[in-house]
């Protein structure tokens, strides 16, 4: 092992181990599909780049290792980064590997799904909910009100998505848990009283709820948001590059699922193992430099606000 990267994992030992000498990370994000339906309005997705899927031979290799080693101790699994995860031609394939392999886990990971639910019909609620896969599905629903999410969500459809929910709904009866996530403007309060009722009535079926202000994701673009309303934390570590891995379609492994465009690349599955990746050099950095309270020294992490505990 390289001196200099073997006295960084020691001195950053805090930043990778739990107290039980397993690994930090707890939650994997996997990227089945780069491209999205939408051009939202607080989205950084370079929307120019290629379109890539990802194979089942790069979804099963990751599994078969968090599987394998007992140092990875893996707690919650998001079926998504920046692209929609429905576009995948491939879903129910992808979702009965996931329903077998998630089962030899010992950790026994919860798998969860976000969508647009633009075009969520009947077919893919059916092949979600009888995957035994899904865990819990969430809907990405701006805004509060038609004007407002149309406005939000560029290229979407109000009346089609609530539809679409609602007869998901129907169908799921409970079988797996649902929530929401809600980017509320930041002249409405954080609370569904002010929503129209379409809105709250689906709000209220959910299992979960999750509002939150406008964020400036991983800073590639200027979004003209107004970040007073998000927490500063100032010289603590961001909680997604301790605990956060997103695995791409073609592979490529990156720090965080707030990096839409892959700008924090640390390796690739299918030339290392996820554990040579995990402890990789230049993941290293980046955790000495938060630690440190040089945050805004690192390209991908400077004009983010930052995910803490």
């Known amino acids: 092992m390289d001196i200099k990267k073997a006295y960084l994992e020691k001195v950053l030992s805090k930043y990778l181990f739990d107290k039980d000498g397993k690994y930090k990370v707890k939650w994997i994000n996997f990227e089945f599909n780069s491209s999205c339906n939408l051009r939202c ?50 879903l129910k394939r992808l979702l009965d590997i996931i329903a077998v392999k998630k089962q030899e886990i010992k950790s026994k990971p919860t798998v969860h799904l976000l969508t647009n639910a633009l075009i969520l019909n009947e077919q893919k609620s059916r092949e979600i909910i009888e ?21 939000i ?48 009535e689906i709000f209220l079926t959910m299992d979960n709820i999750d509002l939150r202000r406008p964020h400036n994701w991983d800073g590639s673009i200027e979004l ?6 998000n927490e500063q934390a100032n010289g603590r570590t961001c909680k997604f590059l301790m605990k956060n891995m997103v695995i791409l379609p073609n592979g490529d492994v990156t720090v965080c699922c707030a990096d839409l465009n892959g700008r924090g690349i640390i390796g690739n599955v299918n030339d290392s193992s996820l554990e040579e990746i995990f402890l990789s050099f230049q993941r290293l950095q980046m955790l000495k430099l938060f630690s440190k309270g040089k945050k805004d020294d690192i390209n991908l992490c400077k004009a983010c606000a930052g995910f803490y505990e």
């Open 131 to 151: 995957s035994g896969a899904i865990d819990e599905i969430r809907f990405s629903i701006d805004g509060g009100t038609k004007e407002a999410y149309e406005s």
């Open 41 to 90: 309005k607080w989205c950084t997705l370079d929307h120019t780049k290629k379109r890539e899927i990802i194979s089942e031979e790069t979804l099963t290799k990751s599994f078969d290792e968090f599987i394998a080693n007992g140092k990875f101790s893996i707690k919650r699994i998001d079926l998504h980064n920046a692209g929609e995860t429905l576009l995948h031609p491939n």
């Open 153 to 200: 969500r560029r290229g979407s459809n109000w009346g089609k998505v609530r539809d679409n929910i609602k007869k998901f709904l129907e169908l799921n009866n409970g079988k797996i848990k649902t929530g929401v996530i809600c980017i509320v403007p930041n002249e409405r309060d954080i609370s569904i009283e002010w929503m129209e009722d379409d809105f709250k």
């Open 224 to 229: 003209d948001i107004d970040e007073t309303a």
